[in-house]
């Protein structure tokens, strides 16, 4: 049977109109009159002892409560911090009463008319002071005045006082807020968790604020925030945001750190964490990407630029937009990373797309421009072409016999790359090259036009001769490849592959395995539509032809008809020959010319001999099936002559003639038999060596 709380007696005193009874003093009553006469100690002791002699039901734990509380708001009254501090923790106290008395923390936490459930006789204990302050200062006047000259609140000593219980009364709060860590109602664990945070924060107490923060509580964000930046803890308020999943928060917050407007020694470099959050969202936040990637490459260029390149892109109308977008914004911010993106674009994603090909010759041309500024690689690349060109000259030594011919020496981008040293300048030429040859859509004219105002037109003689090719002007690029830059392997190229001046192995000779990979993808950039129709085949050959024998190049002519002799016909070359031109420098020619000749007749004999062959082993194989169907079929005497004789009227005569004539014109188109011109006789021959 469960025993009420209220004290039992078992003296009874009857009266004539009441009945008394003799009973012991409750708990509750002799703690509070010790409490009433100051022996708090003694209250103290009387609740352990009443809380260790037996298991306490529900009542007895709120009664437990209720005197805790009143010795641990009379120790408070006396500013006796410290020693209330248990009492408030075995009490039970909702949070949001104590932290009222410290206006730095309630402010920010409470509304007006907020309320909190406490026991009644608990009212009467608190202080009637609205702060700890205010109880301090009164505690000073009741106790030292006027003792502390020339008053309480302005003495030294007072003042000293007062700090020491505000710092005391600051260790109180803590210890019982961390004791009701994660314990009561909602509101409660968001009034502990804020203001721990608040207080570690003002106390530079960095490890414990980060240690709280990172675990699960419901600190305001809002009351957090501005205390923790005041107080220079931004990596404890990073992590604090971190938790919660504000990332977007925690990147304005960095961004501010980098720019100089917070500080904090706890983390040494902003800028890393912000490039490894972003790295952890490759594949899941495309747009948090797209806004914080050009603003970290303007400060870090290389690892800004990675993080760009490295997003996943298609080719929607979209993301070609995203990507104009991101360039742009690169080109006001860093005009240098701005270049690296719009060569990745149109290099490795394949933009093709006029505009983007237009502003990456541009931008390569400056870069090559800005090299060119300096003395030292002026005078490198100019050594380099008169070292070239003077090579080329000794070479071409006109006395040479034709049987004696020199193989040419590499073509100058060969030559470049393989002497000039490595350097940015050198790389910034091979790109200027590769995307004036590749690309489209960019106006050749107004980049010649900059060559030749800068005055570079000699240096990069290479580069103008390719442009004069894209503006169609081809004797003018064979000119400059052959005669001014005396380069008859680049020159050749040229004129047998109709326009290419940097073709694809010299590409990948240069180890530069992107351009090599769009010159690759694209086909041969460069090639003239004419060239690829049959009428316009061997027209650049034959013009470079022309600018040999106006130059008076005997050497390269005889080589150039020797090795390009398919591509041109004796007809035209023989007649502008000069006449004091030595035969032998047309052997290459004439031979070449001979053998086709007899190759082609000797061909168009054996295609004959084989369309005869087929045409016989047809009219057999047809005669007997005519003989069977009742064909007559009569053999025509070569002796008559057929007159006199009567005409035959047979419907199937002269049919196997004709079956056999339509399958000799079969074979005759599948094979494709030229027209062949056999000589006048067929005793003739043609003696070649």
């Not at 205390?227 to 504000?246: N, P, Q, T």
């Not at 290479?462 to 020159?491: C, F, I, N, W």
């Not at 040229?494 to 992107?514: D, F, N, Q, S, W």
Request: glycine share 6%; with cysteine; aromatic share 6%.
């Amino acid at each position: 049977m469960r025993h009420s709380p209220f004290p039992r007696s078992s003296i009874l005193v009857y009266g004539q109109d009441t009945v008394h009874s003799l009973v012991q003093l409750t708990v509750i009553s002799q703690v509070e009159a010790l409490l009433e006469n100051n022996h708090i100690e003694d209250a103290a002791n009387l609740v352990n002892n009443f809380a260790s002699v037996q298991a306490l039901d529900s009542d007895e734990v709120e009664t437990l409560e209720y005197i805790h509380q009143a010795i641990a708001f009379s120790l408070f009254s006396q500013t006796r911090f410290v020693d209330a501090a248990p009492h408030f923790l075995a009490g039970g106290l909702d949070p949001r009463i104590l932290v009222s008395y410290f206006p730095e923390l309630s402010r920010p936490l409470f509304i007006d008319g907020e309320e909190a459930d406490m026991y009644d006789g608990i009212a009467k204990r608190m202080p009637i002071e609205a702060n700890v302050d205010d109880l301090i200062a009164a505690n000073l006047v009741r106790n030292y005045s006027p003792h502390l000259p020339p008053s309480t609140r302005e003495a030294h000593a007072a003042q000293e006082i007062h700090k020491i219980l505000r710092e005391e009364a600051i260790v109180m709060l803590k210890s019982v807020l961390q004791g009701f860590k994660g314990q009561g109602k909602h509101k409660q664990q968001e009034v502990t968790d804020t203001a721990l945070a608040i207080l570690f924060a003002r106390s530079g107490d960095t490890t414990s604020l980060i240690s709280h923060l990172e675990s699960t509580n419901l600190a305001s964000l809002s009351a957090v925030e501005p205390v923790l930046l005041e107080a220079g803890e931004v990596g404890a308020l990073c992590a604090l945001l971190r938790a919660r999943g504000d990332e977007g928060r925690v990147m304005e917050i960095w961004k501010g750190w980098v720019e100089g407007r917070y500080s904090d020694s706890s983390v040494s470099d902003p800028l890393s964490n912000m490039f490894a959050l972003l790295e952890s969202k490759q594949g899941k936040d495309r747009a948090m990407l797209r806004k914080w990637g050009v603003w970290l490459t303007a400060r870090d260029s290389e690892r800004g630029l990675m993080l760009l390149m490295s997003t996943k892109r298609s080719a929607k109308e979209k993301d070609r937009e995203e990507d104009l977008a991101i360039l742009s914004e690169l080109q006001q911010l860093h005009s240098s990373a701005a270049r690296k993106f719009l060569e990745w674009l149109v290099i490795v994603r394949r933009r093709d797309d006029a505009e983007l090909h237009a502003q990456l010759v541009q931008a390569c041309v400056d870069e090559l421009f800005e090299c060119l500024q300096n003395e030292c690689t002026l005078k490198l690349w100019r050594a380099k072409f008169a070292s070239y060109t003077s090579q080329s000259s000794q070479k071409n030594t006109p006395s040479l016999p034709s049987t004696q011919l020199q193989r040419p020496q590499s073509s100058f981008l060969t030559y470049f790359v393989s002497t000039a040293p490595d350097s940015q300048s050198k790389r910034a030429r091979l790109k200027t090259l590769f995307a004036l040859q590749a690309l489209s859509g960019y106006n050749a004219e107004m980049i010649k036009s900059q060559i030749v105002a800068n005055g570079f037109d000699k240096v990069l003689g290479l580069e103008v001769a390719l442009l004069d090719g894209k503006m169609g002007m081809h004797r003018m690029a064979l000119r400059a490849l052959a005669l001014t830059l005396r380069d008859p392997v680049s020159a050749e190229t040229y004129a047998r592959t109709g326009g290419i001046v940097v073709p694809l192995k010299a590409v990948e000779a240069c180890g530069m395995g992107e351009w090599g990979a769009l010159f690759a993808a694209k086909g041969s950039p460069g090639i003239l539509e004419r060239e690829k129709s049959s009428e316009g085949k061997g027209e650049l050959v034959r013009m470079l032809l022309e600018v040999y024998m106006e130059d008076g190049e005997p050497q390269q002519t005889t080589r150039l008809l020797g090795s390009q002799a398919a591509s041109l016909d004796a007809v035209d070359v023989i007649p502008l020959v000069p006449p004091d031109w030595p035969l032998s420098s047309l052997s290459p020619l004439l031979t070449h010319s001979f053998r086709h000749t007899l190759h082609a007749k000797h061909e168009g004999q054996i295609i004959k001999g084989i369309c005869a062959a087929q045409n016989s082993k047809v009219f057999e194989s047809s005669y007997l099936v005519f003989r069977e169907q009742g064909a007559i079929i009569e053999e025509v005497d070569d002796e008559e002559d057929g007159d006199g004789e009567p005409e035959s009227f047979d419907e199937k005569d002269g049919l196997a003639e004709k079956i056999a004539l339509h399958l000799q014109d079969q074979q005759r188109s599948e094979v494709g038999v030229a027209d062949i011109h056999p000589p006048a006789s067929n005793e003739e021959e043609v003696n070649v060596r």
